[in-house]
């Protein structure tokens, strides 16, 4: 258990529908990172939060946007889907915004139907 | 930009056995880390181990070690009396250790990963 949790565990929707993703990272870290795991792209950094604020994007679609609370949880939503976005979605924890030991969450399956 | 290249897709092992899974990387920086995660059925990525690019000497976890050769750019991952339990995929990853406040540097760069068979 890497002590980084995701909500839901699994998710069935429809297109053009909006879901969110939750994740609490582990106690202490700051910043946490989302990412997107589809069989066609491999692993894809989305975006990366430090303390509430942004402070990396990957590859993430203008449809998808997230943020970090006060308390440190992160949402990522995600609208209008497609069923290219179907994938595993992995949020990732690590002390600092410099820290270079990632744990990752359980992952969060999407399936767009 | 930084890419990560893992050439073999499948590979397979006897229970007990040694294998090495390859990974090559390119890179323009000079100080980087290097990562070897796993990903069992269960979907969970687990961190299994990391070098940091300063460091000469290979890291260790127990069964698990790394071959890091930085002239070559290459990074195999080295299980020894391979167990049931290691059967799942294989992810290199890098990461740069660049320190600035641009942001992007602290993503995580992934290889398309290695699915590990361990035969009893």
């Known amino acids: 258990d890497s002590g980084v949790t995701q909500t839901p565990k699994h998710l069935i929707t429809a297109t053009g529908q909006r879901v969110t993703l939750r994740c609490s990272p582990r106690?202490?870290?700051?910043?946490v990172y989302w990412y997107q795991q589809s069989l066609d792209q491999g692993l894809q950094f989305l975006i990366q939060?430090?303390?509430?604020?942004?402070?990396a994007k990957g590859n993430i679609l203008e449809r998808f946007s997230a943020q970090q609370f006060p308390d440190l949880h992160s949402e990522l939503n995600l609208s209008s889907l497609e069923l290219g976005d179907s994938a595993l979605y992995f949020c990732?924890?690590?002390?600092?915004?410099?820290?270079?030991?990632?744990?990752f969450g359980p992952g969060t399956r999407l399936t767009v139907t | 930009a930084q890419t990560v290249t893992q050439s073999q897709p499948e590979m397979s092992v006897q229970e007990a056995e040694t294998v090495t899974l390859s990974c090559t990387y390119d890179?323009?920086?000079?100080?980087?880390?290097l990562f070897w995660y796993k990903q069992p059925p269960s979907r969970q990525m687990i961190l299994v181990i990391r070098?940091?690019?300063?460091k000469q000497q290979n890291a260790t976890e127990n069964r698990f070690s790394v071959n890091f050769q930085k002239a070559a750019k290459s990074f195999s991952l080295k299980i020894s009396d391979s167990q049931l339990g290691d059967a799942a995929m294989y992810f290199c990853?890098?990461?740069?250790?660049?320190?600035?406040?641009?942001?992007?540097?602290?993503?995580?760069?992934w290889g398309l990963g290695t699915s590990l068979a361990v035969n009893p």
């Open positions: 890179t323009s920086e000079s100080d980087y880390y």
């Open positions: 106690s202490g870290d700051l910043s």
């Open positions: 939060y430090y303390n509430g604020e942004e402070r």
């Open positions: 990853a890098y990461r740069s250790a660049l320190q600035t406040n641009a942001g992007n540097n602290r993503k995580l760069i």
């Open positions: 990732a924890s690590s002390l600092t915004t410099g820290g270079y030991e990632q744990y």
């Open positions: 070098q940091e690019a300063y």
